[in-house]
C-alpha cells in the first residue's frame, strides 16, 4: 500500500534554517501536506502543495516538491523555539478523501 | 476560522467499559468527517470514515464492533470504544472539513484504559 517516509528527528539551532523532508509512494497523489503537532495538542495545518506545483513560499514556509523522486521538503527559514514540534508530512490519495501520513519528524531548536 | 471540538479532552476509565467521544464542527457542516488513531511517536492511522446518514467505512485491521461510529448529523459524529481495554489507551483525533483543502483536525482525545 502507500507509504508515507520521513526522518525522525532534526535539531537545528535558532535563527538557522530546517529542512525537513519527506518520501511517498503514491504516484497519483494530488494534494500533498505538511502539519505541525505540538505537545498534548491536535495537528494544525501549515501549508500544502498541489501536485502539479514545483515550490510554494508561504512568509517563512517554503515547500519544495520533486515528483518525479516523489519527495516533499518542508524550509523553515530563520527558524524559532516556538518552531519546535513534530511535523507531519502526509499525501492525498489520487481520487480519493484518503490521506496517509508519515510517522512525524521531531524538530528542535536550541536557542 | 473553522474549527472542529472534541470531548472529552481526556478520559481515564477502567477496563471493560465504553467509552463515547464527540467530534464537532463547530461554524460548518461536515457530511464526511474521519477518525484517527495516534500512538505515542507514532503517526496517525486512520481508523474510520464517518458518513452522516450512512455506515461508516473502516479501514482493514479496525473492529468495526469494537469502535462504534454515528455520524447522526452534519456536525457531530461519535465514536465509541466498546469495553475497553489497556491497549485501546491512545490519542483519538477526528479531522473534518469545508473541502478537499480546508480541513481541520480536532484536538485529540487521550483515553486511558486502566
Known amino acids: 500500500g502507500e507509504d508515507v517516509e520521513q526522518s525522525l528527528f532534526l535539531s537545528v539551532r535558532e535563527g538557522d534554517s530546517s529542512v525537513i523532508n519527506c518520501t511517498y509512494t503514491d504516484s497519483s497523489s494530488t494534494y500533498l501536506y505538511w502539519y505541525k503537532q505540538e505537545p498534548g495538542a491536535g495537528l494544525q495545518l501549515l501549508t500544502y502543495i498541489f501536485s502539479n506545483m514545483d515550490m510554494k513560499q508561504d512568509q517563512r514556509l517554503t515547500v519544495l516538491l520533486n515528483k518525479k523522486d516523489k519527495h516533499l521538503s518542508l524550509r523553515i527559514a530563520d527558524t524559532q523555539t516556538g518552531d519546535s514540534a513534530i511535523y507531519f508530512c502526509?499525501?492525498?490519495?489520487?481520487?480519493?478523501?484518503?490521506?496517509?501520513f508519515g510517522a512525524g519528524t521531531r524538530l528542535f531548536v536550541k536557542a | 476560522g473553522a474549527v472542529v471540538s472534541q470531548h472529552p479532552s481526556r478520559v481515564i476509565c477502567k477496563s471493560g467499559t465504553s467509552v463515547k467521544i464527540e467530534c464537532r464542527s463547530l461554524d460548518f457542516q461536515a457530511t464526511t468527517m474521519f477518525w484517527y488513531r495516534q500512538f505515542p511517536k507514532q503517526s496517525l492511522m486512520l481508523m474510520a470514515t464517518?458518513?452522516?446518514?450512512?455506515?461508516?467505512?473502516?479501514e482493514q485491521g479496525v473492529e468495526k464492533d469494537k469502535f462504534l461510529i454515528n455520524h447522526a448529523s452534519l456536525t457531530l459524529s461519535t465514536l465509541t470504544v466498546t469495553s475497553a481495554h489497556p491497549e485501546d489507551s491512545s490519542f483519538y483525533i477526528c479531522r473534518a472539513g469545508i473541502s478537499d483543502n480546508e480541513q481541520f483536525f480536532g484536538p485529540g482525545t487521550r483515553l486511558t484504559v486502566l
Open positions: 502526509a499525501e492525498r490519495e489520487g481520487g480519493g478523501f484518503k490521506t496517509i
Open positions: 464517518s458518513n452522516e446518514g450512512s455506515k461508516a467505512t473502516y
